[in-house]
T-cell receptor
Framework: DAGVIQSPRHEVTEMGQEVTLRCKPI?????LFWYRQTMMRGLELLIY????????DSGMPEDRFSAKMPNASFSTLKIQPSEPRDSAVYFC?????????????????FGPGTRLTVL | AQKVTQAQTEISVVEKEDVTLDCVYE???????LFWYKQPPSGELVFLIR??????QNEISGRYSWNFQKSTSSFNFTITASQVVDSAVYFC???????????FGAGTTVTVRA
């Protein structure tokens, strides 16, 4: 079975440019999570969706960041304008929450990540 | 608020040695879920195990074993007879029942030398 797919795997851009990261969750999963990993802050949750609806975006650092999930098989994380401090690895994860009322089916499976470098 | 502490920043061992990674957590939830993930040098995050707070049975999977001690809020991970391929960063994570956020520890870097 295909896991979580992210693209691009690497992105190098210049400060001020728009960056779009893409994620395809595992088929059948109903929840999607965007994380950012940096040396200083470790792994931190940015936003998560359940059934394509944003549930909690309190981790989104500022208005320059936005995320969408137009359908169950695709999500984007956009940074506009990008800044050097946005350089990090961005992970997408998906899970199946509350299938048949079971709470133990919600393990998050991660994609390979996108390494973003903003010059 | 959830908190996960991995006090060991780095561990270096020689192949075939056992290595134990400590994880201590804090939560106010009575039901919660603990996870371990592995991040090899290639960078992906690989799910290893999930443990529910109401199930204190320890688990063994090949050379991996986990010791859940609810009384001390710990969920430690042991690699027996380590191999070079075990070299990675290992993360312990916690999820409560109020939402689906995972709170990660800072990670422990394990280096296994041949």
């Amino acid at each position: 079975d295909a896991g979580v797919i992210q693209s691009p795997r690497h992105e190098v851009t210049e400060m001020g440019q728009e960056v779009t990261l893409r994620c395809k969750p595992i088929s059948g999963h109903n929840s999607l999570f965007w994380y950012r990993q940096t040396m200083m802050r470790g792994l931190e949750l940015l936003i998560y969706f359940n059934n394509n609806v944003p549930i909690d975006d309190s981790g989104m650092p500022e208005d320059r960041f936005s995320a969408k999930m137009p359908n169950a098989s695709f999500s984007t994380l956009k940074i506009q304008p990008s800044e050097p401090r946005d350089s990090a690895v961005y992970f997408c994860a998906s899970s199946l929450i509350w299938a048949s009322g079971r709470a133990d089916t919600d393990t998050q499976y991660f994609g390979p990540g996108t390494r973003l470098t903003v010059l | 608020a959830q908190k996960v502490t991995q006090a060991q920043t780095e561990i270096s061992v020689v192949e075939k040695e056992d290595v134990t990674l400590d994880c201590v957590y804090e939560t106010r939830d009575t039901t919660y879920y603990l996870f371990w993930y592995k991040q090899p040098p290639s960078g992906e995050l690989v799910f290893l195990i999930r443990r529910n707070s109401f199930d204190e049975q320890n688990e063994i999977s090949g050379r991996y074993s986990w010791n859940f001690q609810k009384s001390t809020s710990s969920f430690n991970f042991t690699i027996t007879a380590s191999q070079v391929v075990d070299s990675a960063v290992y993360f312990c994570a916690l999820r409560g029942t109020s939402d689906y956020k995972l709170s990660f520890g800072a990670g422990t870097t394990v280096t296994v030398r041949a």
